[in-house]
T-cell receptor, first 111, second 116 residues
Framework: QKEVEQNSGPLSVPEGAIASLNCTYSDRGSQSFFWYRQYSGKSPELIMF????GDKEDGRFTAQLNKASQYVSLLIRDSQPSDSATYLC???????????FGTGTRLKVLA | DAGVIQSPRHEVTEMGQEVTLRCKPI?????LFWYRQTMMRGLELLIYFNNNVPIDDSGMPEDRFSAKMPNASFSTLKIQPSEPRDSAVYFC???WGQGTPNYGYTFGSGTRLTVV
């Protein structure tokens, strides 16, 4: 089992819809989680981080964390074609400063 | 703020040659990370430093890989000798720890390495 798992996609949603990206993790001690967006040929850029159970909202983005289920998600409201990218989930391994990345979910927003 | 600066952006080399990748972290950041990204394996952490000291190099694939951070503003990742399977995009990232590192990383633009 990979430490951080994501469905590779592609996940296709129509413009204006809500895109839901999911991530599960195996290290129960992991405390902090991050979502990065990576456009093709570019470096990952940080969208959000979350470390408390529940929801955290930032503009069109909402991160959700459920530590009991070891589940992290990212919701993108009013999806735009410019949101089309690969979304990487990362968790900080407990007791370390190591961030372990999932392999990413490719999102396609259809105009 | 210039961000994390990596050089070169692209490197094409022949198998067996030595390759050196360079990174300048964001000023004030006390953590530096080297990652490798491939289609098959995604982003893999190779090594990370705190205050110029290597903390965890368990991700370095073989003795052919070595990394140094001689000062707070410069790090290198060296591959000697290089092999075709080392072809990947190598990212450097830096962050500010300060006890509760919930700040995430800032990545450099990456070096695309092709070994032929």
């Amino acid at each position: 089992q990979k430490e951080v798992e994501q469905n590779s996609g592609p996940l296709s949603v129509p413009e204006g819809a809500i895109a839901s990206l999911n991530c599960t993790y195996s290290d129960r001690g992991s405390q902090s989680f991050f979502w990065y967006r990576q456009y093709s040929g570019k470096s990952p850029e940080l969208i959000m981080f979350i470390y408390s159970n529940g929801d955290k909202e930032d503009g069109r983005f909402t991160a959700q964390l459920n530590k009991a289920s070891q589940y992290v998600s990212l919701l993108i409201r009013d999806s735009q074609p410019s949101d089309s990218a690969t979304y990487l989930c990362a968790g900080r391994r407990s007791g370390t400063y190591k961030y372990i990345f999932g392999t990413g979910t490719r999102l396609k927003v259809l105009a | 703020d210039a961000g994390v600066i990596q050089s070169p952006r692209h490197e094409v080399t022949e198998m067996g040659q030595e390759v050196t990748l360079r990174c300048k972290p964001i000023s004030g950041h006390d953590y530096l990370f080297w990652y490798r990204q491939t289609m098959m394996r995604g982003l893999e952490l190779l090594i990370y430093f705190n205050n110029n000291v290597p903390i965890d190099d368990s991700g370095m694939p073989e003795d052919r890989f070595s990394a140094k951070m001689p000062n707070a503003s410069f790090s290198t990742l060296k591959i000697q000798p290089s092999e075709p399977r080392d072809s990947a995009v190598y990212f450097c990232a830096s962050s500010w720890g300060q006890g509760t590192p919930n700040y995430g990383y800032t990545f450099g633009s990456g070096t695309r390495l092709t070994v032929v």
